[in-house]
Nanobody
Framework: QEQLVESGGGLVQPGGSLRLSCAAS????????IGWFRQAPWKEREGVSC????????GYLDSVKGRFTISRDNAKNTVYLQMNSLKPDDTAVYYC????????????????????WGQGTQVTVSS
């Protein structure tokens, strides 16, 4: 079964760090644009960061630039999201997904260009 599984979420204090992992099973991530998205209660799902499968170019939501870093390890069939200097506003369920549309969707990093969706991993930033 082809699927992406998110892990690495948890409870962290403001200013702390987490690293999320998006592991693929049943298929190779190589060549796919992969994105991280989040959805907070009562809010729309939004793109956090995307990385191209062709040249590893990246895009970030303005509010996470300088704090979050997306990377991929095709040998491990995994994409990571390193999150530093976390804020309470970062609290959400985080999802990863793949797109067949290539690097063209990296800058916009919109959920409409990605799918399907897994269970996600909860990130809670609170003191």
């Amino acid at each position: 079964q082809e699927q992406l599984v998110e892990s690495g979420g948890g409870l962290v204090q403001p200013g702390g760090s987490l690293r999320l992992s998006c592991a693929a099973s049943g298929f190779s991530l190589d060549g796919y644009t992969i994105g991280w998205f989040r959805q907070a209660p009562w809010k729309e799902r939004e793109g956090v960061s995307c990385i191209s499968g062709s040249d590893s170019s990246t895009g970030y939501l303005d509010s996470v630039k300088g704090r979050f870093t997306i990377s991929r390890d095709n040998a491990k069939n995994t994409v990571y999201l390193q999150m530093n200097s976390l804020k309470p506003d970062d609290t959400a369920v985080y999802y990863c997904s793949a797109s067949v549309f290539g690097r063209a969707v990296v800058s916009s990093c919109s959920p409409v260009d990605f799918g399907p969706w897994g269970q996600g991993t909860q990130v809670t930033v609170s003191s």
